[in-house]
Each structure stands twice: as C-alpha cells, then as structure tokens.
C-alpha cells in the first residue's frame, strides 16, 4: 500500500487513539499527548501560576492517564477525563505545597512571548499595555477561591459548558453558575481600575 | 421583565450563550430598554474581554511516552521532547555495531522508498537516484504494456527491502551473529519500519489537522474582533443615553 492510499482524510478522533493506545499502540497516546498537552498545560499553569508546577502537573496527567487508560470505559469524554486527572493533581499539589495556588507575577508574560502572537496593527506599547493587564488579570485571580478559580477557568478558557464544568467538578450545575458569577463579579470589582481606561480608548 | 442584573441564571445564559435562545433574545430586548442592565452585562463583558489577555507562556512542551526495550509499554514514563522515541533504542547499548549500522540501511531503505528515489545495488555498488517526475502519459502506456515483462533486478524501480533483508542477513551471517539474535533484530527494524511510516503518516494528518485548526482560531479572533467593535460603539451609545437622561439608574 503506499503512503498516499494509506493517508486517512481526516485525523483520528480522541476515541479511535485512545481504542489503539489500548493495545498497546504508543504512538497513538502520544497523539493524544500532543493533542492535549497545551490545554492541560494552560489549565495547570493558571491553576498553579507557576510555570515549572504547570509542566510536572501536566507530565504527571498523562502518565497517570496512560497508566490508567484501561480503566477508562468512554463514558465521559477523553479530555473531560483529563481534565479531571489534572484538576485533582492541581488541587493535591495545591495542598502539598500550603501555599496558595497563585503567589506571584506570572512568568513568562513579557512582551517578547506576546509580540510572537500580536495582530499586524499591535504597536510596542499595545504590548506592554496586554503584558501588563496579563499581570493583573492574574493578581486578580488570586483573590478567588480555588473553586471560583476553576470554574471560571474552565469556562473562559477551555469553553466548557455550565453543566460539563458540573460533571468535571462533580457538584450541581447551579452551584457551578453561582461560582462563575460570584468569581466575575469579584474579577469585575478587583479589574474596576483597568476597565475605565479601556472603556475611555 | 426582572432586571437581568439580579437574575444571575439569566445572566449567564445571556453572556455565555447558552440556555434557551428565546429566553436570550428577550433578554437582548430588556437590555435594549434598561441602561442599568446594560451598563452591568457591559461590564461583565469587559471582565471577560481581559480575562482573555490572560496568556500563559509558551512553553516546550512535548511530553511522550517512550518504550524501554525490555520492559512493558505500561510501565515506561513520559520524557521531555529531548529524548525522543529513539530514547529506548539508544538504551539497547549491548547490541553490537552492526546490528544498529543493519537497522540504519533498513531506516534509510525506507525513507528512500518514501521519499520517491531508486536504490541499485549491483556488483557490491549502491547506486541512488531520483525518481523521474510524473510520467507523460505515453510512458505511462508503454509501462502498461510491459508490466508483465519481468526486468532484472537492477532495473526494478524502487527500494526492494526483501533484496535489502536477504543481503543483511548474509552480512551478519558472515559475521559470526546466531541465527536466533539475525531473526529477533530483523524483527525489530521491520517494527520499527512499519512505526516509522504510520507515525510519518499520523504526523501529516495531525499537521493537516492543525491548519484546518488554525484557520478557524484566526475566523473566532475576528468575530471577536468585530464582537468587540460592535461593544463599543454599545457602550458609547449608552454612556450616551446615561448622559442625556440625567444619570439615573
């Protein structure tokens, strides 16, 4: 057969790599790594704050995940499933460490790392202006608790939906729509400062 | 209708875009008609414009689960990208030379074969060349007709990786190597062949995958973009009606 023919018009879906990955195919888990490891990555690092506990947090989900992957019956979806492994890792490293989950200025938000994803009409002072909201969006965010945190983290960021955020979290979905709006509303008193400026431009 | 402001359900729905449609386009008509109202899903929307700028940083990841040679698939662990799926094979430090040299003219018969060269091996001389392009179709027909000629070896088009095998294993019988360990090893580099063309394979589809990705993130920024726009002008619109009807609330 040659590569032409062999070449499948549309990639894998998570449910055909991970049936593979289950006998034994690791190449097809690692297509699964590849797949998620950027999303489990932001969830940890804006979970944890720290870039270095975002990259163990994120080794650690998939080798628990490759470890556990014949438990995994397909009930919830593959990265729901993930999801899950990485918000109990976050929430163990969280208590291990005793220290809150964001302590610090982010790393790595400088102007440099935005300027390789900013808009053709992105001048150097929309840069620093982004790196700089980048900081205090992150200050605000640790005045939330953990679970307001998540949630809206989950909702903003990884565009679940109110009740996928309820199954991941395992709570009801009117506990989860209280969190979101209780942590927007304290986001939106913490960010007051920032608002007005970018309402007057 | 209830202030949206105090229905928070209500509120989230609107902002989020979910629940019932209808229940969201009368809530659009509440906000059309009450400035306090607007002015909180105006400033919730905000909140949620910078929530965006939060970015994490790019980091290099490339996490991957490699295979120790000796042991199980399932109780190996994921490496950093510098290692490489090669990681397990550079383990195997026992095997002798020519068994790592037979894997690499086995890996680079098949990339030959991938990569649309002709491989000749006559008279102990290796002879590689590039495969003519697309054949015009009157040589396609004189193929045709002689396809079931059959040529001498050194005329035949391609990698013949059987011919490749067949002088390997007289190599490394020749070089005192049991016949058991020449099977096992012939094994492994025709494993490793056949993972080395499904990853190439994988690999487009996911890069193919990725740009379909990318197209569709650049179509969400600007609906964003434009979102954004049409939020200000809102925004102007009612600090306007704010203004002229005195500032009540």
């Given at each position: 057969m040659t590569l032409a023919a062999a070449l499948p018009m549309t990639p894998w879906t998570d449910e055909e790599l991970v049936a593979r990955s289950k006998t034994g195919d690791i190449d097809s888990f690692n297509q699964l790594v590849k797949r998620w490891e950027r999303p489990i990555f932001a969830l940890a690092y804006r979970t944890l704050g720290r870039e270095e506990d975002a990259r163990d947090v994120t080794q650690e989900t998939f080798l628990r995940a490759f470890r556990a992957l014949s438990g995994?019956?397909?009930?919830?979806k593959f990265s729901s499933w993930l999801y899950r492994i990485a918000l109990n890792l976050c929430r163990d490293w969280i208590r291990k460490e005793?220290?809150?989950?964001?302590?610090?200025?982010?790393?790595?938000?400088d102007v440099e790392h935005l300027a390789a994803e900013r808009?053709?009409?992105?001048t150097v002072e929309d840069l620093a202006a982004r790196a700089e909201l980048s900081r205090e969006v992150a200050r605000a965010m640790d005045y939330l608790p953990s679970e307001q945190r998540q949630a809206i983290i989950l909702k903003e960021?990884?565009?679940?939906?109110f009740q996928e955020i309820a199954d991941l979290m395992r709570c009801p979905l009117s506990t989860v729509k209280t969190r979101v709006y209780q942590g927007l509303s304290t986001l939106r008193k913490q960010l007051g400062e920032q608002m007005a400026p970018r309402r007057e431009s | 209708m209830q202030h949206i402001a105090d229905n928070h359900d209500a509120l989230l729905d609107y902002l989020y875009d979910e629940g019932d449609p209808a229940e969201r386009i009368r809530i659009a008509r509440h906000l059309q008609e009450c400035a306090p109202c607007s002015v909180a899903v105006l400033e919730f929307q905000n909140v949620r414009g910078m929530l965006r700028d939060w970015t994490p940083p790019a980091a290099d990841l490339g996490f991957r689960i490699v295979q120790d040679i000796d042991a199980s698939p399932r109780a190996s662990v994921p490496q950093r990208?510098?290692?490489?799926?090669w990681q397990g094979w550079g383990?195997?430090?026992?095997?002798?030379r020519w068994a790592q040299a037979a894997a690499a003219v086995l890996l680079f018969a098949a990339g030959m074969a991938a990569s649309q060269l002709t491989v000749q091996y006559t008279d102990g001389a290796l002879t590689v060349r590039t495969r003519p392009g697309v054949p015009s179709p009157s040589v396609q027909t004189v193929s045709a007709r002689t396809a079931s000629i059959p040529l001498p070896a050194e005329h035949t088009d391609g990698v013949d990786i059987d011919a490749l095998e067949r002088e390997l294993r007289s190599r490394m019988t020749a070089s005192n190597a049991s016949p058991v360990d020449t099977e096992q090893l012939l094994q492994r580099v025709r494993a490793m062949i056949d993972q080395s063309e499904q990853r190439q394979q994988r690999e487009l589809a996911l890069r193919l995958s990725q740009v379909a990705t990318e197209v569709d993130t650049q179509h969400q920024a600007d609906l964003l973009r434009i979102q954004q726009s049409l939020g200000q002008q809102q925004d102007e619109f009612m600090n306007y009606l704010v203004r002229t009807s005195g500032g009540t609330k």
């Open positions: 995994f019956k397909g009930d919830a005793r220290r809150a989950p964001i302590v610090a200025v982010p790393e790595g938000v808009g053709p009409v992105e960021y990884h565009g679940l939906t | 990208a510098q290692g490489g799926w383990r195997a430090t026992h095997q002798a």
